[in-house]
């Protein structure tokens, strides 16, 4: 059964750090790889989908937010199909459910393109 598994979420304080994990098991190589991108996104109560990071699985080049880019590192696992978020000097603004992506483009920001997303993971900064 293919699916996308997130981890890594929980409850931190401001200041904090956590290191999300991503895993796309059970997909085809060319699946994961058929627009090179993976990628992470957030969506807090009552807000749109908001566009963190991606890399290219290919290249390992990356975009980031500008919200998030001095803050959150984006990373290949040495397995293709899994890739990271570490997330440094959180802000209780962070607070969202994160969720990854695969099979979509690196230009496309708005994640219409990712075709396998996972059911995500919690993260909550108190101040």
């Known amino acids: 059964q293919p699916q996308v598994v997130e981890s890594g979420g929980g409850s931190v304080h401001t200041g904090g750090s956590l290191r999300l994990s991503c895993e796309a098991s059970?997909?085809?190589?060319?699946?994961?790889?058929?627009?090179?991108?993976m990628g992470w996104w957030r969506r807090a109560p009552g807000m749109e989908r908001e566009a963190l990071a991606r890399?290219?699985?290919?290249?390992?080049?990356?975009d980031y937010a500008d919200s998030v880019k001095d803050r959150f590192t984006i990373s290949r696992g040495n397995e293709k199909n899994t890739v990271y978020l570490q997330m440094n000097s959180l802000k209780p603004e962070d607070t969202a459910m994160y969720y990854c992506?695969?099979?979509?483009?690196?230009?496309?920001?708005?994640?219409?393109?990712?075709?396998?997303w996972g059911q995500g993971t919690q993260v909550t900064v108190s101040s």
């Open positions: 992506a695969v099979g979509g483009y690196c230009y496309d920001a708005g994640g219409f393109s990712y075709t396998s």
């Open positions: 890399i290219n699985l290919l290249d390992g080049s990356v």
């Open positions: 059970g997909y085809t190589y060319s699946h994961i790889h058929s627009s090179n991108c």
